[in-house]
């Protein structure tokens, strides 16, 4: 009797252990499941805050370039606006230089008396001597052996096509195209030269017509001596720089 109670004792305990050990493993996996599932939510976490970190990244890399493209356009207008206000310069001192060299012409014009002209007439918003201006412009300085105390008035013109502007600078630079040849062919003195451009303020024929406007096209080159014997003469007046028409 007492022997079966204490084998019926083992047994029960050994089930109480049993069912005990079951309850706390159980219960250990509901406690670490959790901990398990935010393991995981963290590494995604991780690696969202990862593909932020890049996005960002990416986007202060792109408003940087933007930035320092819009600091070099920035550069780039204010060189450029330097450089206008350069030429504006430059013009001006053209202009106030042409003027001095009209007024030391004029102070003494009476005693100039005109010996002969040429003209030689250019192609539309062509600014180069052709082999028959140069043998025009040969001709015309052989005149100049025998003339004394004289000076070269030169007048480059346009027709009416394009902007005021546009032809002031083409018909200076067409009587400077004039003026170089003949100062380095014939050894001219830059002194004996007089030369401005009047684009088309003052046409020779009717711009309305193709051949007018090939005659308003033109330099007119006129050998003026001085006649009263005074050394007075203008100096030259440089062509200014830019596009012409």
């Known amino acids: ?54 996005d960002t990244d990416d986007r202060a890399q792109a408003g940087i370039k933007q930035a320092q493209g819009a600091a070099d356009s920035a550069t780039q207008n204010a060189q450029t606006a330097t450089k206008s206000a350069g030429d504006a310069e430059s013009a ?30 250019f192609g539309f918003d062509k600014a180069m001597l052709t082999k028959d201006d140069k043998d025009q412009l040969d001709s015309f300085a052989g005149q100049l052996s025998s003339a004394k105390s004289y000076i070269l008035e030169v007048t480059g013109g346009t027709d009416s096509t394009g902007p005021a502007q546009y032809n002031y600078e083409l018909s200076q630079r067409r009587a400077d195209a004039v003026v170089q040849y003949l100062a380095a062919k014939y050894n001219i003195p830059a ?13 020779v024929a009717d711009n309305t017509t193709a051949d007018g406007r090939k005659q308003n096209r033109r330099v007119q080159i006129q050998l003026l001596s001085n006649m009263g014997g005074d050394q007075q003469t203008a100096p030259a007046t440089p062509a200014p720089s830019g596009s012409g028409n």
């Open 92 to 121: 001006a001192n053209d202009a106030v230089h042409r003027a001095d060299s009209l007024d030391s012409v004029v102070k003494g014009l009476d005693n100039y008396k005109p010996l002969a002209n040429a003209t030689v007439n």
């Open 1 to 54: 009797m007492n022997m079966r109670f204490g084998l019926w004792m083992a047994t029960t305990a050994m089930a109480v252990v049993g069912v005990t050990g079951c309850a706390t493993k159980n219960w250990v996996h509901t406690q670490t499941a959790p901990i398990i599932d935010h393991t995981g939510q963290l590494e995604d976490k991780t690696a969202a805050n990862g593909r932020a970190i890049h």
């Open 191 to 203: 002194h004996r030269f007089y030369l401005i451009g009047i684009g088309k303020d003052q046409a």
